[in-house]
T-cell receptor, first 108, second 117 residues
């Protein structure tokens, strides 16, 4: 089953940064941290992934602690369209196993 | 932008009937997946497929389920003898990256909603 722990829900004000935490204390050295999101009932959408270093792309930033036991997904300027369920997944291959995720609600 | 397409968007069937859900993965992708999501629940892995054979399957993927790549573009999920509990959204996904190397992103379709009455 899922090897990650995420808060069930979070709120964020529109235009502010959304910081979504994830604990993965049992992560192995060859496992990556992936983030996906699911807007309403649409198919999951890839956001970002990383192994050790912090990563940034056009959608978000991923901050991984030095011991790799936790990470934070940062949406720098959240919009109403970022309201979704965000999934943190730990895997060494393409085998994405989804947990319950964090339901992020961006409020005006 | 290339995308994974799924048909039908919604299928209603009677319990005990067979259904086929179709997926057209992104054209240069070689790794294919089916997931399902029962309403209000999490996204669950069903099966992964590569080189015309199943790579991995979950306990949900019992003998009633099968997958096939009948031609160079389609990837299908067949469910025989459907049960009420098969009612769910079924998502197809594809990836161009070998899962045996380093992970790559999965591209998901918009899903096919199956309702079993």
């Amino acid at each position: 089953d899922a090897k990650t722990t995420q808060p069930p829900s979070m709120d964020c004000a529109e235009g502010r940064a959304a910081n979504l935490p994830c604990n993965h204390s049992t992560i192995s050295g060859n496992e990556y941290v992936y983030w996906y999101r699911q807007i309403h009932s649409q198919g999951p959408q890839y956001i970002i992934h990383g192994l050790k270093n912090n990563e940034t792309n056009e959608m978000a930033s991923l901050i991984i602690t030095e011991d790799r036991k936790s990470s934070t997904l940062i949406l720098p300027h959240a919009t109403l369209r970022d309201t979704a369920v965000y999934y943190c997944i730990v895997t060494y291959n393409n085998d994405m196993r989804f947990g319950a995720g964090t339901r992020l609600t961006v409020k005006p | 932008e290339p995308e994974v397409t799924q048909t039908p968007s919604h299928q209603v069937t009677q319990m005990g009937q067979e259904v086929i859900l179709r997926c057209v993965p992104i054209s240069n992708h070689l790794y294919f997946y089916w997931y399902r999501q029962i309403l209000g629940q999490k996204v669950e892995f069903l099966v992964s497929f590569y080189n015309n054979e199943i790579s991995e399957k979950s306990e949900i993927f019992d003998d009633r389920f099968s997958v096939e790549r009948p031609d160079g573009s389609n990837f299908t999920l067949k469910i025989r003898s459907t049960k009420l509990e098969d009612s769910a959204m079924y998502f197809c996904a594809s990836s161009e990256v070998s899962p045996l190397r380093s992970p790559g992103e999965l591209f998901f379709g918009e899903g096919s909603r199956l309702t079993v009455l």
